[in-house]
């Protein structure tokens, strides 16, 4: 699935893991051994994940990839980074190809290909490639990761991640927590969650699902999903870009802070529900909405689904009308999953000893 190199234009859209192995061989140098449960790094490696199982990835303090996949033996091999060009950062251009499902009614779903930029530190970044194919894993990554791929099949946890991130999942959960940076999410079938997270830049779609973000701040955001609703609350907006887009789905925005909201909807279905003063304009199946005495602009679109506007919390929200349901339910369902994960989730280093075959 890894294929050749791309500089900086990219030539051929193929899939997005044989593009960001372009980056390993532009970084140069053979393939080294490794212990396949831990392996040394330079320091702002390149992390390329593949896995169809569940897989859980949090960053620790060392300069060191690890792998704990149970009775699995993952196949993880390292290359180490010659130096990038003199600039101080260096541009590549990852293509997203574009992807085709099929829904449930049998009707087919087709995400566009997209470009999707990263850029790397001037110095030498090793690049770790693993593959995960049978088992539950465990991965901790340094730190100062500066690029972090994921080809999964399963669900994927990521913790405490801060750099560039291009995560795509062909179903099953997909939950980032306090992550930062620029990131390319994308689950086709699946759900995504994302809490307590900074982006300077987020690209976000699916196919068949919601999209999920609870209590992000973001400078520049684009959200899409076909058939699934977006619901972005208790967030904030920095002066940048930002539009969430829905087909079939509800757009639900809850707004911790100011921002001027347009949208555009369906006559009649654009609702509100403010605690504060703010000025609404509702035209018929288009509105402004100055919440929080205005801020960034925010653009709101949907084809056929529904639009909900408040300030805050929609769990904070008393007597709402019974059809806000459809925008909250999704949320409380999370939030409960998310606590039982958070119980279970790893609270220390782990003790690998070296594998003996």
């Known amino acids: 699935m890894y294929a050749r190199a791309v500089g900086l234009r990219v030539v051929a859209r193929r899939t997005a893991a044989a593009v960001l192995f372009a980056l390993v061989v532009v970084l140069g140098g053979r393939a080294a051994g490794a212990d396949p449960s831990l392996v040394d790094v330079s320091d702002h ?3 390329l994940i593949q896995h169809s199982q569940p897989i859980t990835i949090t960053t620790w303090d060392r300069q060191q990839v690890a792998v704990d996949a149970g009775n699995d033996v993952p ?8 130096a990038t060009a003199t600039t101080p950062m260096t541009p590549y251009s990852v293509p997203i190809p574009a992807q085709t499902i099929q829904a449930p009614n ?12 990263v850029q790397l530190p001037e110095g030498r970044h090793d690049t ?9 894993a465990h991965v901790w990554i340094p730190a100062d990761t500066s690029v972090l791929s994921i080809n999964g099949f399963a669900a994927t946890q990521i913790f405490n991640y801060h750099g560039q991130l291009i995560a795509q999942q062909r179903g099953g959960p997909l939950v980032l927590r306090n992550v930062s940076g620029d990131a390319f999410v994308q689950d086709l079938q699946g759900q995504i969650f994302v809490a307590d997270s900074d982006f300077d830049r987020l690209r976000v779609r699916t196919g068949l ?3 999920v973000l609870q209590r992000c701040n973001v400078r520049q955001i684009e959200a899409t999903s076909t058939r699934g609703s ?14 969430f887009e829905t087909v079939t789905g509800h757009v639900a925005l809850g707004v911790n802070g100011g921002a001027n909201v347009a949208v555009k909807g369906l006559p009649g279905q654009i609702y509100q529900s403010f605690d504060q003063p703010t000025p609404f304009v509702d035209r018929g199946g288009e509105a402004n909405a100055s919440i929080g005495g205005g801020g960034p602009l925010v653009n709101v679109v949907t084809q056929q689904g529904k639009v909900y506007l408040y300030d805050g919390s929609i ?3 008393r007597a709402l009308p019974p059809h806000w349901n459809a925008v909250r339910a999704p949320l409380e369902r999370l939030q409960q999953r998310q606590q039982q994960l958070q119980e279970q989730q790893f609270r220390g280093y782990p003790n690998f000893a070296p594998r003996r075959n």
């Open 45 to 47: 490696p390149v992390v």
């Open 315 to 317: 769990l904070n929200k």
């Open 230 to 243: 977006i619901l972005f609350n208790n967030g904030s907006f920095q002066p940048g870009l930002a539009r």
């Open 106 to 117: 049998g009707q087919t779903v087709v995400l566009g290909a997209e470009d999707f930029p």
């Open 75 to 82: 196949v993880v091999e390292r290359r180490p980074g010659q």
């Open 128 to 136: 770790v490639r693993i593959q995960i194919p049978h088992d539950i």
């Open 209 to 211: 699902n919601n999209i």
